[in-house]
């Protein structure tokens, strides 16, 4: 199982960005998916879940309204749009296998949201 996160950066508040995961080596579309994220000082969490067809999604008070999650079976991609973003955004951004959980035996390397003036 392999999970490569990009599309992090630095965005003020107010703006968006948008992430990618490039998953391999399971098969994508049987897999529910999930996005946590790890800001300074606090423990990670799941923000938001999709599940392998796409038809339910799960997002966490904290970004519902602002975030969405989708996924590319056919690239086995998943994504993360991220709008109208908050300091409290800051994060290291990582993606999973299982919903609202990881299956994979470890984590990626995550990628690095930063929101500031």
């Known amino acids: 199982v392999q999970l490569v996160e990009s599309g992090g950066g630095l965005a003020q508040p107010g703006g968006s960005l948008r992430l990618s995961c490039a998953a391999s080596?399971?098969?994508?579309?049987?897999?529910?998916m999930s996005w946590a994220r790890q800001g300074p000082g606090k423990e990670r969490e799941f923000v938001a879940a999709i599940s392998w067809s796409g038809r339910e999604e799960y997002y966490a008070d904290s970004v519902k309204g602002r975030f969405t999650i989708s996924r590319d079976n056919a690239k086995n991609t998943l994504y993360l749009a991220m709008n109208s973003l908050k300091p409290e955004d800051t994060a290291l951004y990582y993606c999973?296998?299982?919903?609202?959980?990881?299956?994979?035996?470890?984590w990626g390397q995550g990628t690095q949201v930063t929101v500031s003036s």
């Open positions: 080596g399971f098969t994508f579309s049987s897999a529910d």
């Open positions: 999973a296998k299982g919903w609202r959980r990881q299956e994979a035996p470890y």
